[in-house]
């Protein structure tokens, strides 16, 4: 057990000695100074470049195949569940600029235990997500070498995970400008075969559409497919986990959080129209995880085809690489309140990595992909963090009723509190949603959470410490 006098972080500083903002710096007391060099055009690109990815390359054909072209209104609900969140979180992280994100908030606002479930939830839940991300990246492989083999699929998700944590081990200098050029390529592959699809489905020489029902199967797998896409939103919260460095946070944070919700909201839907005009939802269902490069080829043949797949393999381990990045920060943040071993935040010294942090990361990633349950990883991801969604909210209002002295946020939610309440509400409402298998799986996970906090760090005490 971790003893009291070690770990008991209440008679720490407040935030109003500890952290000095300014609209240039953010100046920390153990003499770290975050100097804001992020905009609201970079903070929007973070949220962009990280959602961007199984929305479009994964999703179009599963989603498709279970709601038909309503499956666009499923995009819809996630995106304004994920906004919903993002005010709440706006407001949080303007108040904590601190790394650890929705985790961070949880602990300070509403204490240990909520903090612990909701930090392993986020670490596990960014685990299952990259494991879904490489999955999918060994489907664009395979069709891009021409294999039709679930074990090709699999071994290359298993290796590609291998790689990217041997990779994040061993330092990534310049990862930023990679991932900027990245996203930029992404964008412009996205954009250009969107706006073909939407001129040859409605434009002036356009070749129509499928004839099809907007809900074929009825409406009842909207919400169902709502739970299950909410995967593809997973990424604006990352904005929150760099607040200390964007300019005028008050204005950019929430603009960037909500201008990358809707920004990709709309991608999303657009492709779901495109991918159903061009080829029905029926076909969309038989063409499985790579769906969107059928329809590429549909529509700008072979040439069209080998850029979307291209672009798939980018956003997939793109995205599975950030998941890998983010779910190491989970744990090294865990370390750090030690309701995880000390060990854990350990740094590499040659490379300056959180090495036993990566490795708890990246050895779970490859174990998970390995299984190749594309629906089952997804809407686990989607479950762990549905619920830290919700806890946000409820921090939120936890930290209104009963604000410590040190809380003074830049941002204010608006509508307060009808914003938190809804957003909280909805988050858990979605897992009601999702498949049972992905329900006790996700279920599991919390009370594990929950047994390990009373095992290891029922001593701790965070509420309140910043």
């Known amino acids: 057990m971790v003893e009291p006098s070690d770990t008991n972080l209440e008679d720490e500083s407040p935030v109003t000695g500890d952290v000095e903002e300014t609209d240039e710096a953010t100046k920390h007391g153990d003499d770290v100074e975050l100097e804001r060099t992020i905009g609201l055009t970079g903070a929007v690109s973070i949220g962009v470049g990280t959602m961007i990815g199984a929305g479009i390359f994964v999703f179009p054909g599963i989603a498709?195949?279970?709601?038909?072209?309503?499956?666009?209104?499923?995009?819809?609900?996630?995106?304004?569940?994920?906004?919903?969140?993002?005010?709440?979180?706006?407001?949080?992280?303007?108040?904590?600029?601190?790394?650890?994100?929705?985790?961070?908030?949880?602990?300070?606002?509403?204490?240990?235990?909520?903090?612990?479930?909701?930090?392993?939830?986020?670490?596990?839940?960014?685990?299952?997500?990259?494991?879904?991300?490489?999955?999918?990246?060994?489907?664009?492989?395979?069709?891009?070498?021409?294999?039709e083999s679930s074990g090709f699929v699999i071994g290359s998700a298993v290796v590609a995970g291998v790689v990217l944590t041997g990779v994040s081990l061993t330092g990534t200098e310049n990862a930023a400008k990679i991932q900027n050029v990245v996203v930029a390529v992404l964008l412009s592959i996205l954009v250009s075969f969107l706006a073909y699809g939407v001129i040859n489905a409605v434009g002036p020489f356009s070749a129509g559409t499928v004839p099809e029902r907007y809900a074929p199967f009825g409406y009842a797998p909207v919400l169902s497919t709502a739970a299950l896409v909410f995967t593809s939103y997973l990424g604006f919260a990352q904005i929150a986990t760099v607040a200390g460095e964007i300019k005028k946070p008050s204005r950019n944070l929430p603009l960037g959080m909500v201008g990358s919700v809707v920004a990709v909201g709309v991608m999303y839907v657009v492709t779901v129209f495109v991918a159903t005009s061009a080829v029905g939802s029926e076909t969309l269902r038989g063409y499985g995880?790579?769906?969107?490069?059928?329809?590429?080829?549909?529509?700008?043949?072979?040439?069209?085809?080998?850029?979307?797949?291209?672009?798939?393999?980018?956003?997939?381990?793109?995205?599975?690489?950030a998941s890998v990045l983010a779910s190491s920060r989970a744990v090294y943040a865990l370390s750090r309140d030690a309701l995880l071993p000390r060990r854990a935040a350990d740094v590499n010294l040659r490379y300056g990595t959180p090495h036993i942090a990566l490795a708890l990361a990246g050895g779970p990633v490859v174990l998970l992909a390995s299984t190749g349950r594309v629906e089952v990883l997804a809407e686990v991801a989607s479950f762990l963090h549905l619920v830290m969604y919700g806890l946000i909210c409820f921090a939120l209002i936890a930290l209104r009723r009963s604000p410590p002295d040190w809380y003074e946020p830049r941002f204010r939610t608006p509508l307060y509190p009808v914003v938190p309440i809804v957003g909280g509400v909805a988050s858990f409402a979605l897992i009601y949603y999702m498949q049972t298998a992905s329900k006790i799986v996700g279920s599991l996970v919390m009370v594990a959470a929950g047994g390990w906090c009373f095992y290891y760090a029922d001593d701790v005490s965070l509420r309140g410490a910043v």
Do not use: H
């Open 64 to 147: 498709a195949g279970r709601a038909g072209p309503a499956a666009s209104a499923s995009f819809i609900i996630g995106a304004v569940v994920a906004l919903l969140v993002a005010l709440p979180a706006s407001e949080l992280a303007t108040a904590m600029p601190r790394s650890g994100g929705g985790y961070y908030f949880i602990s300070r606002g509403m204490g240990t235990f909520a903090g612990t479930v909701v930090g392993i939830g986020l670490w596990l839940g960014l685990v299952f997500a990259s494991a879904f991300y490489l999955v999918g990246f060994g489907e664009y492989l395979a069709v891009l070498v021409g294999v």
């Open 289 to 321: 995880e790579t769906a969107i490069v059928e329809v590429a080829r549909e529509l700008l043949g072979t040439t069209g085809a080998l850029a979307v797949v291209g672009a798939g393999l980018l956003a997939t381990v793109s995205s599975a690489n």
